[in-house]
Each structure stands twice: as C-alpha cells, then as structure tokens.
C-alpha cells in the first residue's frame, strides 16, 4: 500500500522559511510526478509546486521566486523548500504523488499525504 507522509511544517516568522518533506513508501520503485498543495482554512485547495519523473518544475506565481521544489529519487522523496514566508503562506501543506511499482510498469495514483500544517506568524 502506497503511502505519502508529510513533514517539516511549523510555525515561523515571517520572512523565515521552512523545507517540507515528502516520504513515498510501499514497493515503490519511483515517483513520476509529485506536487504540493496548500489550503487555507476558507480557501479551496491551491497547487503550488509541480516536479516530474525528468526534473521539470513548475510554480504557482503565489510561490515563485520564494518555493523550490525537489526530489531524491533514490530515497522516494519530494520537497519543498519556502523561504520568505508571509502570513498569507499559512496553510495545510500536502504532497501528492504518482508511483510506479515493483513488478508494473502503470504509473499509478495520485496518492495523497495527510499534510503538514504551516502557520506564519509573529
């Protein structure tokens, strides 16, 4: 069974950052495309970050120049890196992820972390 788990969030000042994780696990042999997301308490869910199978980015205007999106293939991960943090930047944080498996060549998913909460604030 294919699981995200989210880490790194917390409360920081403003204009700190934060790097988040991303851990894939479950006979995966690859993540194809991970993304995170963020939502705000009133707010629909918003795509910030996008990074596929061949290192390709991509970035909300809310995030660029400030988030910088990665990956380790070798260890399944994704991350997220925010710097320059603004109190508009609070938000649940989630990744979600399409994986390839042991024994299949389908690329499967997206799979959904729980997130990881980010509150910027003084």
Known sequence: QVQLVESGGGLVQPGGSLRLSCAAS?????INTGRWFRQAPGKQRELIAVITSGGRTNYADSGKGRFTIS??????MVYLQMNNLKPDDTA??????TVTLYGSSRILGPYWGEGTQVTVSS
């Not at 649940?92 to 992820?97: G, L, P």
């Open 71 to 76: 990956r380790d293939n070798a260890k399944n």
């Open 26 to 30: 479950g006979n995966i042999v690859s």
């Open 92 to 97: 649940v944080y989630s990744c979600s992820a």
